[in-house]
DNA sequence: TTAGTACTGAAAACGGTTTTCATTTGCCCG
DNA sequence: CGGGCAAATGAAAACCGTTTTCAGTACTAA
C-alpha cells in the first residue's frame, strides 16, 4: 500500500486520486483520536469547532472514500441509514457490538467471518470477497441498569 | 404470535396496528412466491403488474414493518442504501451469501452468529439481540466465467 | 510565470424512506 | 339499518444522508 503526499500526478479518472490530499488529512486526524465510530456529519461538525477554515461536508465525503480506498478506515453499515467510520490498521477490519441502549460499542478482536471462509467456499463453492457483520445488544452496564424494572428502550 | 386479521379494535398507537391488512396480504403474496430479496420497490411494481388497484407505495412501506414485526417477513441490508425483505419462518432468520457479480443470493442453512453468542455473553458480558451479517463474493458460475481474461466489475 | 490538473465548496440533485393529511373502509353498537 | 370511529390508504410533500455539478482555487511541474 503506497500512500502518498497530495497533487502528484495520477491518471485515475475517480471522483479523486487515492493520495492524502490536506482535507483528508485532516480528516484522518479527527478519527485518529476518536475511539467511537464516526459519521460523516460527526467528524464535519469536529473539524468545525477546531479549524479556522474547515473543510465542506462534501470534501468529508470525498476524503472518506480516499481514506477507505487506502485501508486507512473502514466504513461500518449498521443498517440505520447512516455509515460510520473508523481508523483501522491498513488493510484490516473488525466489528462490534454495539450497545443498543447506551450506543457505544467495543470491537472485536478478531474477525469471526474469516474464520468461516473456508468454509463457506468449500461447502458453497463461493468466494468470499466481503461482508457485513455488527452484532447489537446490551453492553454490561445497561443490562444492570435495566435489571430492576423492566423499562426503558 | 397472535396474527389476526385487519380491523379488529386495538390500542397500540404505532403506526399501524400489527394486523394482516389487505395490503399487508397483498405483500406477503408476492414475498410468498419469490426466492430473491426484493425490495419495497421490486414489491410495488409487482402488484402493480397483477392487480387491478394495487397498494401504493406506502402502504408497501407500511405493510413490511407490520410484517417484519410480526416475524413473518426479515429486512436485509447490504450497506447499498436499499433495504430488501423476505419471508422467513415466524421468528426465525438467515443470512445470505451474495454474488457481486450476478447479484444473486443464496440462504445460509445455519446461523453463524447464534453459534457463537454464548461465548460473546460469556466473553464481553454483551447480551446478544440482533445482528447483522451478509457475506459478499462471487458465485461459482461467476467465478468460471471471470476466470479466462480477469476482466469484468 | 504559466499551464495544467487536482482539490474544494456551495448548491442542487438524488433516491429510498417517512410523514402528513385528507379520504375511504369496514367493524361495532345502538 | 345506519351512525360513529378507529384503522387503513394514497398522493404529495418532507426528510436526510449522500452524490453530483460546476465554477473557482491551489498546487506542482516545467
Do not use: C, F, W
Given at each position: 500500500?503506497?500512500?502518498?503526499?497530495?497533487?502528484?500526478?495520477?491518471?485515475?479518472?475517480?471522483?479523486?486520486?487515492?493520495?492524502?490530499?490536506?482535507?483528508?488529512?485532516?480528516?484522518?486526524?479527527?478519527?485518529?483520536?476518536?475511539?467511537?465510530?464516526?459519521?460523516?456529519?460527526?467528524?464535519?461538525?469536529?473539524?468545525?469547532?477546531?479549524?479556522?477554515?474547515?473543510?465542506?461536508?462534501?470534501?468529508?465525503?470525498?476524503?472518506?472514500?480516499?481514506?477507505?480506498?487506502?485501508g486507512l478506515v473502514q466504513s461500518v453499515d449498521f443498517g440505520d441509514g447512516e455509515r460510520r467510520y473508523e481508523m483501522v490498521k491498513p488493510g484490516e477490519h473488525h466489528h462490534h457490538l454495539v450497545c443498543e441502549k447506551c450506543r457505544n460499542s467495543v470491537h472485536l478482536d478478531q474477525c469471526l467471518v474469516q474464520q468461516l471462509e473456508e468454509s463457506i467456499q468449500a461447502k458453497y463453492k463461493f468466494e468470499v470477497r466481503g461482508h457485513i457483520l455488527e452484532i447489537f445488544g446490551l453492553c454490561e452496564q445497561c443490562q444492570q441498569a435495566m435489571a430492576p424494572a423492566g423499562k426503558n428502550q
Open positions: 500500500m503506497n500512500v502518498q503526499s497530495s497533487h502528484g500526478h495520477s491518471h485515475s479518472k475517480g471522483p479523486q486520486s487515492l493520495r492524502l490530499t490536506k482535507g483528508a488529512k485532516k480528516v484522518l486526524e479527527v478519527l485518529e483520536r476518536t475511539d467511537e465510530l464516526s459519521s460523516a456529519q460527526d467528524i464535519h461538525s469536529a473539524l468545525r469547532n477546531e479549524e479556522d477554515s474547515p473543510p465542506g461536508l462534501t470534501t468529508v465525503y470525498r476524503s472518506l472514500e480516499s481514506l477507505v480506498q487506502l
